[in-house]
T-cell receptor, first 111, second 113 residues
Framework: QKEVEQNSGPLSVPEGAIASLNCTYS??????FFWYRQYSGKSPELIMF????GDKEDGRFTAQLNKASQYVSLLIRDSQPSDSATYLC???????????FGDGTTLTVKP | KAGVTQTPRYLIKTRGQQVTLSCSPI?????VSWYQQTPGQGLQFLFE???????NKGNFPGRFSGRQFSNSRSEMNVSTLELGDSALYLC????????????FGPGTRLTVL
């Protein structure tokens, strides 16, 4: 079992819809969680980070964390074709420099 | 602020050779982490340097090594290259605490023939 698991996808949603991306982690020592977006041929770009249980909103993006269920999610509202990319979920323990990544979920937003 | 820079961006080597990749972090960042990204294995952690010391290490063979200089710039070296080392090598810089964020450079695409 991988330390960070993401729904394999691909995920396809129509433009304007809500895209829901999910991630579970196995290491209960994980303290911080990150969502990155990666376009094909590019490096990962940070979208959101979350440390506390609950929701965190930033524009069209909402990250949700439930430490009891070891579950992290990312909601993208009003999805745009430019949101089409692979989304990577990452966790980090107290040893700050190592992030553990899931395999990513590929999202396609259809016009 | 300038972002993370990596050089070279593309590299072609043959089996058995060695290679050195360079990463310059964001100004003020003291932590540099290196990752290998392949289609089959995803993003895997190689090692992290903080204030010139290796603070964390992933599960890679000893052929993979690194160092960090006093200006926080970091280099990664791979000796005796194998075909399986073909990958995108990414470095990420951060302040070095558990709650800060890592910012990735553009990566170095290494092809081993």
């Amino acid at each position: 079992q991988k330390e960070v698991e993401q729904n394999s996808g691909p995920l396809s949603v129509p433009e304007g819809a809500i895209a829901s991306l999910n991630c579970t982690y196995s290491d209960r020592g994980s303290q911080s969680f990150f969502w990155y977006r990666q376009y094909s041929g590019k490096s990962p770009e940070l979208i959101m980070f979350i440390y506390s249980n609950g929701d965190k909103e930033d524009g069209r993006f909402t990250a949700q964390l439930n430490k009891a269920s070891q579950y992290v999610s990312l909601l993208i509202r009003d999805s745009q074709p430019s949101d089409s990319a692979t989304y990577l979920c990452a966790s980090r323990r107290a040893n700050a420099g190592k992030s553990t990544f899931g395999d990513g979920t590929t999202l396609t937003v259809k016009p | 602020k300038a972002g993370v820079t990596q050089t070279p961006r593309y590299l072609i080597k043959t089996r058995g050779q060695q290679v050195t990749l360079s990463c310059s972090p964001i100004s003020g960042h003291r932590s540099v982490s290196w990752y290998q990204q392949t289609p089959g294995q995803g993003l895997q952690f190689l090692f992290e340097y903080f204030s010139e010391t290796q603070r964390n290490k992933g599960n890679f063979p000893g052929r993979f090594s690194g160092r960090q200089f006093s200006n926080s710039r970091s280099e990664m070296n791979v000796s005796t290259l194998e075909l399986g080392d073909s990958a995108l090598y990414l470095c990420a810089s951060s302040l070095g605490t558990v709650t800060d964020t890592q910012y990735f450079g553009p990566g170095t695409r290494l092809t081993v023939l």
